[in-house]
T-cell receptor
Framework: SQQGEEDPQALSIQEGENATMNCSYK?????LQWYRQNSGRGLVHLIL?????REKHSGRLRVTLDTSKKSSSLLITASRAADTASYFC???????????FGTGTRLTIIP | DGGITQSPKYLFRKEGQNVTLSCEQN?????MYWYRQDPGQGLRLIYY???????QKGDIAEGYSVSREKKESFPLTVTSAQKNPTAFYLC?????????????FGDGTRLSIL
């Protein structure tokens, strides 16, 4: 079963706008990770946020984590055409041995 | 440059045939993983290995086998018992075992049935 579920499944915005993607998970976690996948390529790790952190920044990326709601969001500011990709959240399974990936949000940036 | 190399990029399997997908890493990572990705889907874990000569089944191990004889290599065999092998296969590694480690991915092997 899916631990993480992203929302929306697909998102199209104009270049320069901000993009927000959400992730919900089911069990208690010690961290949550976000990855990007360009079409036909492997995943690239973007950011890891620990359960005792509420917000984390990396360049134009901002990730928030709300453990009370079991949810996380990824904000990409000032989007660029190169941001066009699928974005996945990944959270630990019970026992923290492995990651479970959501189904992803497909982001399209319109030039 | 350090990274993960998967080969081949494309692979075709005939009925009843076993095929092996290669995954090599030069990152000196302990843990390695195999995932399957179907169109429009997330990743599903097939097998993972936290140390040489040890591996565990993931969520969808049936019809697959692996070995971990060397730290840098983690090949995946798709056996004839896997009746629906058409998918994109991704190999990943992390420095240490555990879900709090970022994973580094190869660029995948796309497997199709002839």
């Amino acid at each position: 079963s899916q631990q993480g579920e992203e929302d929306p499944q697909a998102l199209s915005i104009q270049e320069g706008e901000n993009a927000t993607m959400n992730c919900s998970y089911k069990t208690s976690i010690n961290n949550l990770q976000w990855y990007r996948q360009n079409s036909g390529r492997g995943l690239v790790h973007l950011i890891l946020i620990r359960s005792n952190e509420r917000e984390k920044h990396s360049g134009r990326l901002r990730v928030t984590l709300d453990t009370s709601k079991k949810s996380s969001s990824l904000l990409i500011t000032a989007s660029r055409a190169a941001d066009t990709a699928s974005y996945f959240c990944a959270s630990p399974n019970f026992g923290n041995e492995k990651l479970t990936f959501g189904t992803g949000t497909r982001l399209t940036i319109i030039p | 440059d350090g990274g993960i190399t998967q080969s081949p990029k494309y692979l075709f399997r005939k009925e009843g045939q076993n095929v092996t997908l290669s995954c090599e890493q030069n990152l000196n990572h302990d843990a390695m993983y195999w995932y399957r990705q179907d169109p429009g889907q997330g990743l599903r874990l097939i097998y993972y290995s936290q140390i040489v000569n040890d591996f565990q089944k993931g969520d969808i191990a049936e019809g697959y086998s692996v070995s971990r004889e060397k730290k840098e290599s983690f090949p995946l065999t798709v056996t004839s018992a896997q009746k629906n092998p058409t998918a994109f296969y991704l190999c990943a590694s992390s420095l240490f075992r555990g879900s709090n480690q970022p994973q580094h991915f190869g660029d995948g092997t796309r497997l199709s049935i002839l």
